[in-house]
C-alpha cells in the first residue's frame, strides 16, 4: 500500500513540490488535469492525508459535492485547508465566482442540517493581509464582530475528517 499523497485542487499555475497539483486548465503545470465539479477519479478512497484549495471553492458548483468527494478521499483524520476571498473584499465578485464567504460560513460546521458530517473545523481565521501577521492575530481574537465592521481580504479554513 502507498503512501497517503498530497493534494493542490485548482492549483492554477501555482505548482507545488510534494504535491498531485490538479487543475482544469488547458496546457498548465498540473500533474492532473480534472474538473472538480465532476468525481474525483483522480483520487481512490482514503488515499490523501491533505488537501489544499486556495482561490478556488469559490468556483466550483455545489461545495457539498465538494465536501463529499474530500471526506472520501482523505484518510481518517486527513486535513482540507481551504483559502478564500472574504465577501468583504472585492476581489470575491468576479464573474466566475459562484459562492460567498464570512468567518461565521464555518463557525457554525457542521450544522445538524448539513449532508456531509465527517468533517470537523480545527482552524478558522480571517486574513485581513498575508503580510500583516499581527493585523490578522488581532482581527482573529474577536472575529464576528471584526468582519462585521472592518475590512478583510480573505479566510483560511482547516477541517479535519473524522471518522471513515
Known amino acids: 500500500m502507498s503512501a497517503p499523497v498530497k493534494l493542490h485542487l485548482c492549483c492554477g499555475l501555482d505548482y507545488r513540490q510534494g504535491f498531485v497539483n490538479v487543475d482544469d486548465l488547458e496546457g498548465g503545470p498540473q500533474d492532473v488535469r480534472a474538473n472538480l465539479n465532476r468525481p474525483w477519479t483522480f483520487a481512490a478512497d482514503s488515499s490523501v ?3 489544499l484549495i486556495k482561490d478556488g471553492l469559490e468556483h466550483l ?4 459535492a465538494f465536501l463529499a468527494e474530500a471526506a472520501r478521499v482523505l484518510v481518517p483524520g486527513g486535513t482540507l485547508e481551504i483559502q478564500v ?3 468583504r473584499a472585492p476581489s470575491a465578485y468576479r464573474l466566475t465566482h459562484r459562492h460567498l464567504f464570512s468567518w461565521s460560513f464555518f463557525d457554525v460546521f457542521p450544522e445538524p442540517h448539513d449532508s456531509v458530517r465527517n468533517f470537523r473545523v480545527i482552524e478558522n481565521e480571517l486574513v485581513v493581509e498575508r503580510k500583516l501577521p499581527l493585523l490578522n492575530k488581532l482581527a482573529n481574537l474577536a472575529p464576528k464582530f471584526w468582519e462585521r465592521l472592518l475590512y478583510v481580504s480573505g479566510l483560511r479554513v482547516v477541517l479535519e475528517k473524522v471518522g471513515n
Do not use: L, Y
Open 49 to 51: 492525508s491533505h488537501i
Open 85 to 87: 476571498p472574504h465577501f
Open 61 to 64: 458548483d455545489s461545495i457539498e
